[in-house]
């Protein structure tokens, strides 16, 4: 369906599907706040660089819902600055808020971040305006562990609102769905806005990337019937998500505009305290005057012991994404490395973020337990390979801003081409509790081991270290 078409249609949906509208409201409102100080001792490239500094984030939103029988009204108002960010930082996010903010190291902006009608009755809805967006977690499981495994660890993976940096990201647009019986059908589609880093442009739509897509979630197909096979539910989910990215900083990454079709799908299987997820995404398009082809791919599993002394949780897993084994060209002039869309990857690839799904290759094992005086400790130990020695070892989380791409690509200092796949290995250890009245509180510490491949890049000092703490209120 052409993209016209498709916005047109979702707009249509939105039109009044009663005579009337109840004049009596439901409306609440609410606050939240977060507070975040970040010290960093980074990896670097450059001995003129700036490796140790430490910089603050503050951001406060203002929500006000309502709710007439059928309809919804949701509007949030955002503000949000950073303090002393390094001038001349060295690696990792810092510099990348100092350059979306054009060299600004206290930036701050306000705005819009949400502002949406929506719809709901028998099993049919939508929503139109200013919202987020979760791709894969389009319809709820019903059980409570596997829904919170669904937005931890499926949700967001190619759409999502990047809510971990300061501004995050929402989109304009419409987005709807549909129940019947097992099947939730699901489409969108959207003008991303700039965000993400860039605090002063922020909030502002981007015109030249659109994308939309459609998907249906099978649920609750109950268990396999095999002996010995613990996992009662089952979900499988497979949908289509159309890339068109013309953006300056797009046309200059690919030489021309990107335009990417991706069928994705994943199969959940689980039960009250145990899960298994396979997740694969296909891609075919044009990279500019290259024809694209990729896919990725992961595969975990995870289990929880609520029963057991400190309610003990472990999970393991593998992701890949592809690669370009000749980015210059393989004779065809065809494109191989995985577009990661508009992702947060906070959530998968380490805390420290220096890793995109793109030519990766990553090993996993999460361990979490519960404290005294309602902590709760989680660490995380990953290890990274690039997926093709030839292509980049590729960073971000996809478009903020009209100028730069998203994403970056990180070369070795003697040229193209790694001689080693080994880019290292990165440790998290996160502590956290809820605090009376609202409050929460979470410190936590990384650890970055550069490998022989990341010190191709990094050659003044390939390992880095991360620390942060934050206080978060709502109400």
Not at 268 to 285: H, S, T
Not at 408 to 415: D, K, M, Q, S, V
Request: charge should be negative.
């Amino acid at each position: 369906m052409p993209r016209t078409a498709l916005f047109a249609a979702l707009s249509l949906l939105a039109l009044p599907l009663s005579t009337a509208v109840p004049a009596a409201a439901d409306v609440s409102a609410g606050v939240e706040i977060r507070l975040r100080g970040e010290a960093w001792d980074a990896p670097s490239g450059n001995p003129t660089l700036e490796q140790e500094f430490a910089f603050g984030l503050a951001r406060a939103r203002a929500r006000v819902d309502g709710q007439w029988d059928e309809w919804t009204l949701t509007a949030v108002l955002q503000g949000a600055a950073a303090f002393d960010l390094p001038e001349r930082g060295s690696f990792g996010i810092a510099p990348v808020y100092v350059a979306a903010n054009d060299g600004e190291t206290d930036p701050a902006g306000a705005g819009v971040a949400e502002l949406a009608v929506g719809y709901r009755r028998e099993g049919f809805g939508i929503a139109v305006g200013r919202q987020g967006y979760t791709d894969g977690f389009e319809a709820a499981t019903g059980v409570p562990y596997l829904d919170g495994v669904k937005r931890a660890r499926i949700a967001e993976r190619l759409v999502g609102n990047w809510d971990w940096v300061n501004v995050g990201r929402r989109f304009d647009g419409a987005a709807a769905d549909l129940e019947t019986g097992r099947l939730h059908w699901a489409g969108f589609g959207f003008r991303p806005l700039s965000g993400g880093v860039d605090h002063e442009d922020g909030l502002e739509p981007l015109d030249d990337l659109e994308v939309y897509g459609l998907s249906v979630t099978a649920t609750d197909l109950g268990g396999s019937g095999l002996p010995g096979f613990p996992y009662p539910y089952q979900e499988l989910r497979v949908g289509l998500i159309r890339y068109d990215d013309a953006r300056p900083g797009a046309l200059v990454a690919a030489r021309g505009e990107i335009e990417v079709t991706t069928l994705v799908a994943h199969w959940l299987a689980g039960g009250p305290d145990r899960d298994l997820i396979l997740w694969l995404a296909l891609q075919e398009g044009d990279w500019g005057p290259a024809e694209h082809g990729a896919w990725a791919a992961f595969a975990e599993a995870g289990r929880s012991f609520p029963d057991r002394p400190r309610s003990p949780a472990v999970r393991a897993g593998v992701a890949l994404a592809s690669g370009d084994g000749a980015p210059s060209g393989d004779g065809g002039g065809d494109h191989h490395t995985f577009l990661n869309l508009l992702p947060t990857n906070h959530k998968w690839y380490g805390g420290m973020d220096f890793s995109a799904f793109s030519n990766l290759e990553t090993a996993y094992l999460q361990g979490s337990l519960a404290l005294p005086a309602s902590w709760r400790a989680t660490a995380e130990l990953h290890t990274f390979r690039l997926a093709e020695r030839a292509d980049a070892w590729w960073g971000g989380s996809g478009a903020f801003e009209e100028r730069t791409f998203g994403y970056a690509a990180r070369n070795p200092a003697a040229g193209p081409g790694f001689r080693s796949s080994h880019l290292g290995e990165e440790l998290d250890v996160t502590f956290a509790r809820p605090l009376p009245a609202g409050f929460g509180l979470t410190l936590a510490a990384s650890y970055f081991l550069g490998g022989s491949a990341a010190a191709e890049v990094l050659t003044r000092d390939e390992d880095g270290a991360w620390g942060f703490a934050q206080l978060t209120w709502s109400r």
